[in-house]
């Protein structure tokens, strides 16, 4: 009779972990502490430090995100209102690689298990690796894209970037 009431204990107690952690994550409404659809002037109350980048992008330089640190640009429409978020990694001593999977574990830790994608083209000299987290408003993706061709007729090439954008037209923003 004990095992069943610290199995049940246990049962009920992993259920209500689950539930906070999906509560947690029901929904993603922008990056930081923006929401699509702010207009230019609430981002940089949000973040004074934000400075023009060209007429419809604010950057912030320098954000921390686990090691390293990153430059957030806001995109906004016409309209001057927030349409996307793009996390620019900048090189550094580390691999790219290892950038993309530091990042995955963070976000992970952050958002919950991402949906994975890889490809490659073909003789493999175009490969790419995305992880996507979706909630109803938001779209994130992290995503490193490298070439490598074996034949060195071209240069090598490596990306890696994080964009969070709205599920929602540019109409209901």
Not at 19 to 39: E, H, R, Y
Not at 43 to 51: F, G, N, Q, T, V
Request: net charge positive; glycine share 4%.
């Amino acid at each position: 009779m004990r095992q069943r009431l610290t199995a049940l204990f246990l049962l009920l107690l992993i259920t209500m972990s689950n539930q906070t952690s999906l509560a947690q994550n029901a929904d993603v409404k922008g990056w930081g502490k923006t929401a699509w659809g702010m207009s230019e002037g609430e981002i940089i109350k949000l973040y004074p430090e934000a400075r023009r980048f060209n007429n419809n992008t604010l950057r912030l330089l320098n954000i921390p995100i686990g090691n390293h640190k990153y430059d957030v640009l806001f995109t906004t429409d016409r309209n001057k209102k927030l349409t996307k978020v793009m996390v620019a990694i900048p090189r550094s001593y580390q691999s790219l690689e290892s950038q993309f999977e530091e990042l995955k574990k963070e976000l992970t830790l952050k958002y919950g298990v991402p949906l994975d994608k890889n490809s490659s083209s073909i003789q493999q000299i175009m490969n790419t690796m995305v992880s996507t987290w979706s909630f109803p408003s938001t779209t994130i993706e992290l995503n490193y894209t490298f070439c490598v061709d074996p034949s060195h007729k071209m240069p090598e090439y490596h990306q890696l970037m994080i964009n969070y954008r709205p599920n929602i037209s540019n109409d209901n923003l």
